[in-house]
């Protein structure tokens, strides 16, 4: 079945960067949307990044254009965040997200806290 695991937050002072990382198993990788979402407390889940399977063509929300960049390995099945110059806004969990067989898989996220 389809698996998602996210690794690589913590807590990082503003300014600072982390990469995150989330590997994926139970089904074709390389041919699938792969998504990061994040979700911050009282508020929704939204779209930080995507990257296309095939292509690779990425795409982010204008709150991180320029500070976050996406990436993939498809050899090894894994979907990378990079996160540079952090903001205390961009605290929340962040989650990895396919769209497969009519239907969204999510991994159990990772927060990232960035305070000094």
């Known amino acids: 079945q389809v698996q998602l695991v996210e690794s690589g937050g913590g807590l990082v002072q503003p300014g600072g960067s982390l990469r995150l990382s989330c590997a994926a198993s139970?089904?074709?990788?390389?041919?699938?949307?792969m998504r990061w979402y994040r979700q911050a407390p009282g508020k929704e889940r939204e779209l930080v990044a995507a990257?296309?399977?095939?292509?690779?063509?990425?795409d982010y929300p204008e709150s991180v254009k320029g500070r976050f960049t996406i990436s993939r390995d498809n050899a090894k099945n894994t979907v990378y965040l990079q996160m540079n110059s952090l903001k205390p806004e961009d605290t929340a969990v962040y989650y990895c997200?396919?769209?497969?067989?009519?239907?969204?898989?999510w991994g159990q996220g990772t927060q990232v806290t960035v305070s000094s």
């Open positions: 997200n396919t769209f497969r067989g009519l239907r969204f898989y």
């Open positions: 139970g089904f074709t990788f390389s041919s699938y949307t």
């Open positions: 990257i296309a399977g095939g292509n690779s063509i990425t």
